[in-house]
DNA sequence: ATGTGTATCCGTATTATTACGGATACAAAA
DNA sequence: TTTTGTATCCGTAATAATACGGATACACAT
């Protein structure tokens, strides 16, 4: 049987090591390296092309976890990054999931369930717990608190911005001229604190205006 | 004891006389009304502020359910919507847990986990099962197809972009001149496929650029 | 060795955006 | 009733973005 070959990243020592010491009891995983950073980590798996799985804190120095698993993506989208943080924050939980993570456990799981996400990840298959995936899902929705801050009229021209539409085809559409929607669009960056098109439409994806 | 008072939303008339006489067995709960629209469905929750939860379609005539979500945040955030739904793509339960669903039910779901549902939520807490959490991870990062479609250079400048960085300081940043960054930006356009900056930006989002 | 893609640079012209300024009408809230 | 906020309109000027066009150098794959 072929064994699963895991690299551990994670800043602190005692928690490598014992994490380590942990999966070396179970014969069907073999943890092939560890790395105390994001940088250190992704030289090495330039060396190897044959590790399944990487359990990845986020929080570390040089290269934190986002960023690692951005970059896997590019370098080898083979890897199935488990993410192993002390942070149970939605915002966390989320932005793993977006980057691509196929796991993510608290640093107090227990062994039996750290080895079943590791078994399914290595599977192909997703691990995210009940409980995980809830604060998650509060996360996406709780981020909707700012809906009070633009009028109405100014939610449909911020809209039609996002769609791509200039502001020539924005007034042609709700029977306006140009210089109203001009002034719209100016107070809508003003009243979100950004400086241009681009920012706007970041932060107003963020807050879930659009 | 309070009852749950709860309305139906959905176009199709049998599912809705269907929940609502299974729904009766239950004297906790009590079905208040039914809508077979988005919009008769608002119209009603503005004659009545005493509204526990929506059982909501997405799939309505006049306005779907996505846009009741969003609407009812503005109108009465107290009223908790629960998408019922046939459909189990992941880009529906992360559109519906965006907007601020409480919960998403597949049509096949069984009497036991509908009541489960709907008392969990009454209760303000959210219910999205694992299978359904599942589809919405999956979906949520599944959507970084795309990735090679930009070259290295091109996501660093659409990241600086993003940050609503002008092209001059972008051109400023990467010591290269600003003709160089306005080719990427337009090589970044025809790529994407978008017509503008706006554009580009929502779709970057979208599809997990940055 | 030849082609393909990327990064880099440049020019011109048009159009859009942004930053100022100020103004009226109307509805809702205080 | 007075104030406040929203929607609407207008002007000018500076800056930025977009649409064309073309060019070289270099790395990597065929």
Redesign the pocket.
């Known amino acids: 049987m072929e064994k699963i070959r895991l690299i551990i990243a994670d800043d602190h020592e005692l928690f490598r090591n014992g994490l380590k010491e942990l999966l070396k009891n179970h014969n069907d995983v073999e943890v092939v390296n560890c790395a105390s950073d994001g940088v250190e980590l992704l030289e090495f798996i330039k060396t190897d092309n044959n590790i399944d799985i990487i359990l990845l804190d986020i929080t570390m120095p040089n290269m934190d976890g986002f960023e690692v698993l951005k970059r896997l993506k590019h370098l080898n989208n083979a890897i199935k990054p488990i993410v192993i943080s002390m942070h149970d924050a939605g915002n966390y939980i989320a932005k793993c999931a977006k980057k691509g993570a196929y796991g993510y456990l608290l640093k107090n799981t227990d062994q039996e369930e750290l080895l079943k996400a590791v078994r399914m990840v290595s599977k192909g298959k997703k691990y995210f717990n009940q409980k995980i995936s809830e604060k998650m899902i509060n996360f996406m929705s709780e981020h909707t608190v700012s809906n009070d801050m633009l009028?109405?009229?100014?939610l449909e021209v911020l809209e039609l911005?996002s769609k791509g539409l200039?502001?020539?085809e924005i007034?042609a559409k709700?029977?306006?001229?140009?210089?109203?929607i001009?002034?719209?669009?100016?107070?809508i960056?003003?009243k979100l604190n950004v400086?241009?098109?681009?920012e706007?439409i970041k932060k107003a994806v963020k807050i879930n205006l659009i």
């Open positions: 009028s109405k009229k100014e911005i200039t502001t020539k007034a709700l029977y306006v001229s140009s210089r109203t001009e002034t719209h669009r100016a107070n960056l003003k400086k241009n098109t681009a706007l």
